[in-house]
């Protein structure tokens, strides 16, 4: 469709369940709301993907945007300015911002990005979005990527936050030959005994987002079990490359923010909301410890070095 061809009309469409199914709006007339949770490079540049690829399709858009800097008093003020601006959608960046934002307002579309997990959106019935947390099937085939020689995954999480999607990796493990020893923590306390069972047995030590186990207080903890124990960590990050785990996976901050702008696309077009399935990132990159991958003599090919987007 040609940059210059308007798109329909201005107003939203009531649908049951407030679905958030907004009528085709004039390319000029388009006003957006950003809710941005902390500041920072990473939020910066998903802003500007998402900019940018509404940009190439001919939309060009008014930004409201409201930096909340995790403030309470932000969140309730830039809500009451939303509501009472009606924009044509809403996009939000972190979860703090995703979640104020989808349990306020239900009539007026929501595209969430630089969220861990899509279960902000649960339930949610005018929003959808990106989530930073790549599928287990993803980790697992880059861990044997990285790692091919390993038959058993050991993995510490806490059941409260993690225990239906270590059960799912369980499963996922199976079909791809790969043993997963799990360990529950209930307890920062329960930390050591954790590792110390699991170091007899596993190839790998593979680190799941969980806010009871991997956290900058065990960071030290882990990282030390990995080096004296030759037991290779497959980190969150980068930061935790630097500091010591083999290798890590991320997204691509501007791509997500792109991928956003798509589903933010679809819904000016007329697309309800609720019918796009919140999706994970889909560009990965990945950071080497070659120190690291020396230290425990792992062998890493050439490609996966030349290809990495850091190397420490």
């Not at 009531?14 to 957006?32: C, D, S, T």
């Not at 995954?153 to 993690?162: A, D, M, S």
């Amino acid at each position: 469709m040609h940059k210059k061809i308007l798109m329909a009309i201005l107003t939203l469409i009531p649908i049951l369940l407030f679905g958030g199914n907004m009528a085709r709006v004039e390319a000029g007339n388009v006003r957006i709301a950003v809710l941005i949770s902390y500041q920072g490079a990473p939020f910066d540049e998903t802003l500007e993907g998402f900019k940018q690829y509404l940009r190439k399709q001919g939309i060009s858009a008014d930004y409201d945007i409201y930096s909340l800097e995790a403030s309470n008093e932000k969140v309730v003020q830039a809500l009451l300015k939303v509501k009472k601006d009606k924009p044509d959608l809403i996009f939000t960046l972190g979860s703090l911002s995703t979640e104020a934002a989808v349990k306020e307002i239900v009539d007026i579309p929501i595209i969430a990005g630089m969220i861990l997990r899509s279960d902000a959106l649960r339930g949610t019935p005018n929003g959808t979005g990106v989530f930073l947390e790549f599928p287990a099937e993803t980790q697992l085939k880059w861990l044997q990527n990285f790692l091919p020689d390993t038959k058993t995954v050991g993995v510490i999480y806490n059941p409260t936050e993690n225990r239906e999607r270590i059960k799912s990796a369980v499963r996922i493990g199976q079909k791809m030959a790969l043993k997963i020893e799990t360990r529950e923590v209930h307890a920062p306390e329960d930390l050591p005994n954790a590792l110390n069972e699991l170091s007899k047995n596993i190839d790998v030590l593979w680190g799941v987002a969980d806010n009871l186990v991997l956290t900058p207080q065990t960071a030290r903890q882990i990282l030390l079990f990995s080096f004296r124990n030759f037991i290779p960590l497959a980190g969150l990050s980068s930061s935790w490359v630097k500091a010591g785990a083999l290798y890590s996976l991320e997204g691509d901050y501007k791509d997500n923010g792109m991928q956003c702008g798509e589903m933010a696309f679809r819904v000016l077009q007329g697309t309800n909301v609720n019918s796009i399935t919140p999706m994970p990132q889909r560009k990965i990159i990945y950071s080497l410890n070659l120190n690291t991958a020396k230290h425990m003599k792992i062998k890493i090919s050439e490609k996966l070095i030349r290809e990495a987007y850091l190397t420490y």
